[in-house]
T-cell receptor
Framework: KQEVTQIPAALSVPEGENLVLNCSFTDSAIYNLQWFRQDPGKGLTSLLL?????REQTSGRLNASLDKSSGRSTLYIAASQPGDSATYLCAVNIMAGNMLTFGGGTRLMVKP | GAGVSQSPRYKVAKRGQDVALRCDPI?????LFWYQQALGQGPEFLTY????????KSGLPSDRFFAERPEGSVSTLKIQRTQQEDSAVYLCASSPDPGGYGYTFGSGTRLTVV
């Protein structure tokens, strides 16, 4: 059974810092991996999707990498801002149309 | 509508009561998923529909949970004889793609069983 773990569970940083969120998964036979953002009381917003054949994806200040063989992904946030404060979730998909398996999330607080 | 709409936003149920949670997906979206998110944890898969067909219900935790999507649009998740461990946020997501790409999540229904 696929298991997804995110470290750290919580992170507090001053504004402007670059930071890395980690995600690991136990079964490397994935179809894709996504990073989501969740604000309190809100649904999930997809940030980046990496296909199993890709190594990384970038969107603005966000960069996600994927090392399928070692079962790891990282989300890099450059020049963090207070508006980045949220919970970040990674999720893997083992086949097209299949459900997502989520990690427990990293709660990020960026202090002004 | 512009997004996935879930109702009610909040529901308080007495233990043993039946509840029904509604999801209005984006018009024309083929795929619809239900997830359960306990406090401080990531969402966990419950069930998946492609149009009106329920293709996967392996995540439903017990036979007290039932989901339907009779006309391939609106879906209802029903929980019978609610128990305290059912307290969670129930998230619905829809996608235009049978492969599940382009997920849009609703804001969820927070269920509290007292």
């Amino acid at each position: 059974k696929q298991e997804v773990t995110q470290i750290p569970a919580a992170l507090s940083v001053p504004e402007g810092e670059n930071l890395v969120l980690n995600c690991s998964f136990t079964d490397s036979a994935i179809y894709n991996l996504q990073w989501f953002r969740q604000d309190p009381g809100k649904g999930l917003t997809s940030l980046l999707l990496i296909q199993s054949s890709q190594r990384e994806q970038t969107s603005g200040r966000l960069n996600a990498s994927l090392d399928k063989s070692s079962g790891r992904s990282t989300l890099y946030i450059a020049a963090s801002q207070p508006g980045d404060s949220a919970t970040y979730l990674c999720a893997v998909n083992i086949m097209a149309g299949n459900m997502l398996t989520f990690g427990g999330g990293t709660r990020l607080m960026v202090k002004p | 509508g512009a997004g996935v709409s879930q109702s009610p936003r909040y529901k308080v149920a007495k233990r043993g009561q039946d509840v029904a949670l509604r999801c209005d997906p984006i018009s024309g979206h083929v795929s619809l998923f239900w997830y359960q998110q306990a406090l401080g944890q990531g969402p966990e898969f419950l069930t998946y529909f492609q149009n009106e067909a329920q293709l996967d219900k392996s995540g439903l935790p017990s036979d007290r949970f039932f989901a339907e999507r009779p006309e391939g649009s609106v879906s209802t998740l029903k929980i019978q004889r609610t128990q305290q461990e059912d307290s969670a946020v129930y998230l619905c997501a829809s996608s235009p793609d049978p492969g599940g790409y382009g997920y849009t999540f609703g804001s969820g229904t927070r269920l509290t069983v007292v």
